[in-house]
């Protein structure tokens, strides 16, 4: 036995074995070939439609003010304060409601803004917001 001689037998092999390379290529091919008709049936949906119109449905907003000395002006018109209840009831019967804005003059008394939030409250409104004028600079 010599450490030193190479026999024909342990040449370096050059060359790829292929016979591996294709058992998988077939085996993914197999795969693939099941694999497919199953991903093509599909569930029928009815989606909606879509249309490009424009909706013209937006909610009125209603502007409620407070003005220095505690009068309500409902969209700029004084309203008395017993009736903003029926006002109030009678915006938050409807299908959309409104927004309400309300706007409260720098020395009118907080009481006055939290009875009308509360009262719109009561009746049912939900989109409540506050317009505040911003500082003077």
Do not use: C
């Amino acid at each position: 036995m010599a450490f030193g001689t190479q026999d024909d037998t342990d040449d370096v092999m050059n060359e790829i074995n292929m016979t591996p390379l294709v058992d998988v290529m077939l085996v993914l091919l197999i795969i693939f070939i099941i694999t497919v008709p199953v991903m093509k049936h599909a569930v029928n949906i009815d989606l909606p439609r879509a249309s490009s119109s424009p909706q013209d449905t937006k909610p009125q907003t209603i502007h409620l003010s407070v003005d220095a000395q505690g009068q309500y002006f409902w969209n700029e018109q004084p309203v008395a304060e017993q009736d903003l209840d029926k006002r109030f009831q009678a915006e938050s019967a409807r299908e959309q409601q409104p927004e309400l804005h309300i706007r409260g003059h720098r020395d009118a008394r907080y009481e006055r803004v939290a009875q009308a939030m509360a009262a719109a409250q009561r009746a049912g409104l939900r989109k409540i917001g506050f317009v505040m004028e911003p500082k003077p600079a």
